[in-house]
């Protein structure tokens, strides 16, 4: 799986169904892939989110096949108010879930291991559905994320998870400290040294594609 892709890798728009609403994603599946990574935003973000398409298509170079995904839908966006959305982190695991069930029955993603990529409140989501659903999910990446917030399901969580956190981000260090204390699978935390929150200082991004690329490769 760590081998370059022999041909840059055609991304695509897609729709998820999820429950009620339908949920833009861009899909983008190398040749010969053998795993796809879901991306599972923070807060305010997109599918559209400059830092995780730069660590998408790093990991589309590496061999793997990538899903980012929106969710929340336009109009929620719009009406958002308080974080009631964004914040609400069964909602989120609940769309997870049902992107993750797409990929499982979508005839171009079905035979691909499934693991996760999420940033902020995203990854909070994304060990909630992985506690609940082990052996859907093979590994877990977390960048500058909250994984406090999934709570008591953390040590429920199986999935091998990597915790990268920039190293001027020290009240996010000490939340990521706490829950790596609780998690009770196979689990690493990577301090970026010179990273403030968001990852933009230079060099910085590059690591963190690169260690995520390598948790993937050993762990799907």
């Given at each position: 799986m760590g081998r370059l892709s022999s041909k840059p890798a055609e991304s695509r728009l897609v729709k998820v169904p999820a429950s009620?609403?339908?949920?833009?994603?861009?899909?983008?599946?190398?040749e010969k892939a053998r795993g796809i990574v879901i991306f599972v935003h923070g807060s305010g973000s997109s599918r559209l989110s400059p830092r995780n398409q730069f660590v998408a298509r790093s990991l589309n170079q590496a061999g793997l096949?990538?899903?980012?995904?929106?969710?929340?839908?336009?109009?929620?966006?719009?009406?958002?108010?308080?974080?009631?959305?964004?914040?609400?982190?069964?909602?989120?695991?609940?769309?997870?879930?049902?992107v993750t069930r797409w990929v499982a029955e979508n005839p171009g993603t079905s035979h691909l291991k499934v693991a996760y990529f999420g940033a902020s409140t995203g990854a909070a989501a994304a060990l909630f559905?992985?506690?609940?659903?082990?052996?859907?999910?093979?590994?877990?990446?977390?960048r500058g994320g909250r994984p406090d917030?999934?709570?008591?399901?953390l040590p429920l969580v199986k999935a091998p998870t990597l915790l990268i956190v920039g190293g001027n981000d020290p009240e996010v260090i000490r939340l990521n400290e706490k829950a790596l204390d609780l998690l009770s699978c196979k689990k690493k935390l990577e301090i970026v040294r010179g990273?403030?929150?968001?990852?933009e200082e230079p060099g910085t991004l590059e690591q963190v594609a690169s260690l995520a690329q390598n948790w993937f490769e050993q762990n799907l």
């Open positions: 009620q609403v339908t949920l833009n994603a861009i899909l983008t599946v190398p096949a990538t899903l980012l995904f929106d969710l929340l839908t336009p109009a929620e966006e719009l009406n958002e108010q308080g974080g009631q959305f964004r914040f609400n982190i069964a909602l989120l695991a609940g769309r997870l879930l049902e559905v992985a506690a609940r659903q082990p052996e859907s999910v093979k590994a877990i990446v977390s917030l999934a709570g008591s399901t990273a403030t929150h968001l990852f």
